[in-house]
């Protein structure tokens, strides 16, 4: 919320005894940091051992986290799409600022600020309603405040730099900002009507009052017509110049020097009315009819009912000016400010309001900035006055405007959240000078604590055409996924990327973990590799592999033959899978049906006769011939009397076709 300018800046204090000499920061994620002791305060290393040192704490630091908790996100979600939207009818490359036209404009700021009301009474219910702790609840009332002067501020650059009348006549608007934000005339008027009596209630005045000095004529009129005396002569009277009462309004036909001329007519009947002190005997009547007057003494004794000085001021010029410009209304803000105690009680939000009457839109920023805890607001208004064309985005020191730098803001304090970094992420779309560099900075330093956030993130990147962070991804999920004997996960990520090595080296690991149980694993993740396969060829060979299983066990087995037949010549396994693909053949060679023919047959004698010499040469090159390596023999000898024979049938076979 909003501070006063004379209170101290807030204080995180860190209960840690080991930081008493000192502290050294470091920089975390978003809006965060971390601190620890400082050198000069430790007196202990802290070794590569495992083993915790006592009392070394790290301790994290964050701030501009109001949007962070469960009843602002609402704000934040649908503000994005607010957001989204305008920045999608209002191309930057073809339009100029203010191409928009005003009446979407319009509702693009109402839309805005309706979203900041449900936010408000969503408080205001979970507020009433909970059993939180008195911590809590202050927190939340702090909210409601901070959020209702985010509205009252926005509803009043609406009037001003969006919605301004033809001629700058504002003051009707005004008078409604007055009514939907200053809400005790109607309470009052409420519990007063309530009374069987309402003029005996303690309150029927005040709310009379309430009600003339927010313009409400009509109101006034009803409250009045309420009271006991309401027949006698003052009241009518009184009711009468109420009723008669000119307003200015567009689109009517009249003409302003009709209208002041009306005016002052009227206004010279109620001075008229009260130079013959026809109210004398009814102070209360008679304090109203100096109001309609427009007496300074009167608003001075009223100015408990009229707090703070933007009311009191909208409040004297309805009966004392009522065609003011809005241009004018900054040199009658000081009068106003001077009624109601002088400069001295000036808050933040004061000056902010003042910025804005004055037309000042960059101290508004400015002072919103300064005073108000989260980039939202000023965010998204400057976006939006700079679409109205209001605001001039001159390039600031470093290189970008004053909008991109407050969006940056923006959603650097959400790319520190759990999930809305993902709407912090399309914030950096629209800011074209930084905001891909700040994303790609972000997204690298997302932690990937699940499969499901690292796929957002990688989305994320891949919509982006971020390459090189869409392939850091992959290989940091591959590799934990790896790590943790999740081949098939790991080779997903690995396809995702298409990274040869990394897909070769997986591809082994699948036919390692073949060799060694006899069976694959993640058969849907090979069944399906389609194209993806041709990434490398230890990759193709698995696929074909397991293609080769497929199609024995579907019968189909002279297919089975051809494919396992080109995989041992084409030579895409490694060599010590070659005695492997060998004994795969063995049962289709020992088929009652000759599967293999004369040719197949002595291509695979071929590939046998290999795999003989290159044992020989481990043997000459004085290798240590293992108990696996016998066996290999031995299958080899079993191999070589199954091509024999296989030959025999097949030479018969094809004998007979021919003869």
């Known amino acids: 919320m909003a501070a006063d300018r004379n209170s101290e800046v807030p204080v995180t204090v860190i209960e840690d005894d080991m930081c008493r000499v000192g502290m050294k920061p470091v920089w975390g994620f978003g809006n965060q940091l971390f601190t620890y002791a400082s050198a000069g305060s430790i007196s202990f290393r802290d070794e590569p051992s495992g083993v915790p040192c006592p009392g070394a704490q790290v301790h994290e630091v964050k701030w501009a986290t109001d949007m962070h908790n469960d009843y602002t996100r609402k704000l934040v979600n649908e503000s994005h799409n607010i957001f989204m939207s305008l920045q999608q009818s209002h191309q930057p490359d073809t339009d100029g600022p203010g191409s928009s036209t005003k009446p979407h404009l319009l509702k693009v700021s109402r839309h805005y600020r309706s979203v900041i009301k449900a936010c408000i009474m969503d408080l205001q219910n979970d507020t009433l309603e909970s059993t939180m702790d008195e911590v809590q609840k202050n927190y939340y009332e702090n909210q409601i405040q901070l959020l209702d002067m985010i509205e009252l501020i926005w509803s009043l650059c609406e009037i001003l730099f969006i919605d301004s009348a033809p001629g700058g006549m504002v003051l009707l608007q005004l008078l409604d900002w007055l009514k939907w934000h200053f809400t005790e005339g109607d309470k009052l008027a409420a519990s007063v009507m309530r009374d069987e ?4 209630h303690d309150q ?26 309401h027949n006698t002569e003052t009241f009518r009277c009184i009711d009468e110049l109420l009723r008669k009462m000119p307003i200015f309004k567009y689109f009517t036909g009249q003409s302003l020097a009709e209208f002041d001329l009306r005016w002052r007519h009227w206004q010279d009947e109620c001075e008229s009315r009260l130079d013959e002190q026809f109210f004398i005997t009814d102070t209360n009547l008679e304090l109203v009819c100096r109001i309609l007057c427009g007496q300074m003494d009167a608003f001075k004794e009223l100015q408990g009912f009229c707090e703070p000085w933007y009311h009191m001021l909208i409040s004297m010029q309805f009966y004392q000016n009522p065609t003011v410009k809005v241009f004018e209304l900054q040199h009658y803000a000081q009068e106003s400010i001077d009624v109601c105690a002088g400069n001295a009680l000036l808050a933040p939000l004061d000056s ?10 960059h101290q508004v920023i400015k002072e919103s900035s300064t005073h108000l805890s989260n980039w939202w607001f000023v965010a998204h208004l400057t976006d939006l006055l700079h679409h109205c064309g209001q605001l001039e985005l001159q390039k600031l020191n470093f290189g970008s405007n004053l909008r ?14 759990s999930s809305l970094w993902q709407i912090g992420a399309d914030y950096f779309d629209h800011c074209p000078e930084f905001g891909r560099h700040y994303l790609q900075n972000y997204l690298e330093h997302i932690p990937l604590e699940t499969e499901k956030k690292a796929l957002k993130v990688y989305n994320a990147c891949e919509k982006r055409g971020m390459h090189e962070q869409v392939i850091s991804i992959c290989k940091v999920m591959s590799m934990t996924a790896l790590r943790n004997k999740r081949l098939g996960t790991a080779l997903t990520w690995c396809l995702k990327c298409k990274d040869v090595s990394l897909a070769t080296y997986l ?70 899978f070659w005695l492997t693909l060998l004994t795969d053949a063995l049962p289709l060679l020992e088929a009652d049906e000759v599967i293999f023919n004369s040719q197949q047959t002595y291509e695979l004698m071929h590939c046998l006769t290999e795999i003989r010499l290159a044992l020989k040469l481990d043997e000459k090159s004085g290798k240590k011939v293992a108990k696996s390596e016998e066996q290999d023999t031995s299958k080899l000898d079993i191999m070589k009397l199954a091509l024999a024979r296989n030959l025999a049938r097949a030479d018969i076979l094809e004998g007979s076709i021919i003869s």
Not at 213 to 226: C, D, H
Not at 530 to 559: A, D, I, P, V, W
Request: glycine share 4%; with cysteine.
């Open 507 to 576: 591809s082994q690991k699948f036919l390692d973990e073949y060799s060694e149980h006899g069976s694959f694993i993640d058969l849907d993740l090979i069944d399906n590799l389609g194209s993806t396969m041709l990434l490398s060829n230890r990759l193709t060979f698995l696929g074909k592999y397991r293609e080769f299983h497929r199609l024995y066990e579907e019968g189909e087995f002279h297919e089975a033959a051809r494919l396992l037949l080109s995989l041992l010549t084409a030579k895409l396994a490694h060599r010590k």
């Open 352 to 361: 902010i309001l003042l910025a804005a009457l004055e037309f000042d839109i």
């Open 404 to 417: 991109e730098y407050l969006l940056l803001d923006y959603a650097s304090s959400l790319m520190s959240h």
């Open 197 to 200: 009596h309402p003029s005996d």
């Open 204 to 229: 029927y005045w005040p709310a009379v009052y309430c009600y003339l000095l927010q313009g409400r004529v009509e109101e006034t009129r009803k409250l009045l017509s309420a009271h006991s005396q």
